[in-house]
């Protein structure tokens, strides 16, 4: 047999009759071979397929976590919303701040110290006790959610934000509540994530770059304003641990988390910025994504567990049974903002058992939602209602924005791309409305946009090779 010979095998002289026909010569109509002397049916499906199938799919799922960060408008509206809520709340305790975290607040601070020496519990504000450090924390605090919240250097401020946010609730314990607690373990979750790949400044500034570097050439530039973060954390990170106030030793403890993740971002600068080939880059890209998608995943979970453990606890409550529930906090002076509008909602009866049934079944329900979509949709919208009746009727505010921020993981993705394009071309139109006033005026009128805003992508996706791992 010549090597030239690319006729088929079945077709050659020297094969054997029939050793590769689509069915052996005695196999009966409408059967495929499955071994020597064998037959199945056509529509069974044989082991083989059967596992080549599971491959696949398993390729699939690996090159799918891999080589992408999943749910990337999720995670940047749960970062806003986070970050938003906490803002709010400090700004709007800003007049009560020294009574709730500082040095006038009943929780003194030699009980913070003794606490936290304890529990091991991480907060700057026992390094010193004094105002002036105190003020400096919280507006410390205030500019981290603020800078979070428009993702400006996402990386960093995210880690930012946990340390302010860790710093308050750990100085004072008691003057938490339930959507505190959310706050304080989304803070942790949100380090974690790259929730600022869309609808942030970083996305902006990277598709800046990106069209110059497609218009004009060349490579990126370096990134000063990043080395110049990092470097001045670094130092106050170095200050902090020679005094010994972080907690932990070399394998273990805030100290080790905060060397970490510093470590972490000036490994992922330097793989982008002095290594000849991709690969590095390409392997810091999977671990981030990695990263990412498990913490995602996290978060879902944490969700929840809260809506499930809140569900099964109110079961097991007399009132919650009865369906009278509901109108006992709507007479509570604490929980009466508007003590009409309370009044109103619990004067029929029908309407609170209704609304306490309704509460259990939802709460119970979600989590097995999650494996319809339709249904999932539906009963998120009527809990996020909920969460803002709750808001306005009790007076809750900051814990049902907070909820509403921790549902917002499962809204769909095709949702929010929607609703990102009509909030572009609102922007869009308020932008020519002002050229057209500015023109009036005698002005000079705006330039066109060097980028078109209305339908935002990941980085990962704007010209940037694969990666992840294909199996």
Not at 70 to 90: D, H, K
Not at 132 to 143: K, Q
Not at 424 to 434: I, M, P, Q
Not at 459 to 468: I, K, L, N, Q, S
Request: with cysteine.
């Amino acid at each position: 047999m010549s090597d030239q010979d690319d006729r088929p095998l079945a077709d050659r002289a020297d094969a054997p009759s029939g050793a590769f026909s689509d069915a052996p010569s005695d196999a009966p109509p409408g059967t495929l071979p499955d071994a020597p002397g064998r037959s199945r049916p056509a529509g069974r499906v044989g082991r083989f397929d059967r596992e080549h199938r599971l491959d696949r799919i398993l390729a699939q799922v690996i090159g799918r976590l891999t080589g992408q960060a999943l749910g990337p408008y999720q995670s940047a509206v749960i970062r806003m919303g986070f970050a938003g809520t906490w803002l709010l709340f400090l700004l709007r305790e800003f007049p009560h701040r020294q009574e709730m975290y500082g040095p006038d607040g009943p929780w003194s601070w030699d009980l913070a110290q003794q606490l936290t020496a304890s529990n091991h519990a991480f907060t700057v504000l026992v390094w010193a006790d004094g105002r002036f450090w105190f003020e400096t924390v919280f507006a410390f605090a205030v500019l981290s959610s603020a800078l979070l919240l428009l993702g400006w250097r996402t990386r960093t401020m995210s880690v930012l934000f946990l340390v302010g946010v860790l710093s308050l609730q750990n100085r004072s314990i008691f003057m938490g509540d339930g959507g505190d607690n959310v706050i304080h373990l989304m803070a942790i979750y949100l380090v974690f994530t790259r929730c600022g790949q869309v609808w942030s400044l970083d996305a902006r500034r990277e598709r800046r770059a990106s069209a110059r570097i497609r218009a004009h050439g060349g490579r990126r530039g370096p990134d000063r304003t990043g080395v110049a973060l990092w470097t001045v954390l670094g130092l106050a990170l170095a200050a902090a641990t020679l005094a010994g106030k972080i907690d932990g030793g070399l394998a273990g403890g805030w100290r080790t988390v905060h060397w970490g993740l510093w470590a972490v971002q000036g490994l992922w600068w330097l793989a982008g910025r002095y290594t000849r080939s991709i690969q590095p880059r390409v392997l810091l890209d999977v671990v981030a994504n990695l990263v990412h998608n498990a913490a995602l995943f996290v978060i879902m979970a944490e969700a929840c567990l809260i809506y499930a453990t809140a569900g099964w606890y109110k079961v097991q409550g007399s009132r919650w049974q009865d369906g009278t529930a509901v109108y006992y906090p709507l007479h509570l002076d604490y929980f009466s903002p508007w003590p009409a509008l309370s009044d109103a909602l619990s004067a029929s009866g029908t309407m609170v058992m209704l609304v306490t049934y309704g509460t259990v079944i939802a709460q119970v329900a979600f989590p097995f939602t999650l494996f319809n979509r339709r249904v999932k949709n539906i009963l998120l919208a009527g809990m996020m209602t909920e969460h803002a009746v709750i808001a306005l009727v009790l007076g809750l505010p900051f814990f049902s924005l907070a909820m509403i921020a921790a549902d917002a993981v499962f809204l769909p993705t095709s949702f929010l791309r929607r609703l990102g394009g009509r909030a572009a071309r609102g922007r869009e139109r308020l932008a020519r409305a002002r050229g057209r006033l500015s023109a009036r005026l005698g002005r000079a009128v705006p330039g066109p946009r060097e980028e078109d805003p209305e339908a935002p992508r990941p980085p990962e996706t704007a010209g940037h090779p694969h990666v992840g791992f294909t199996a």
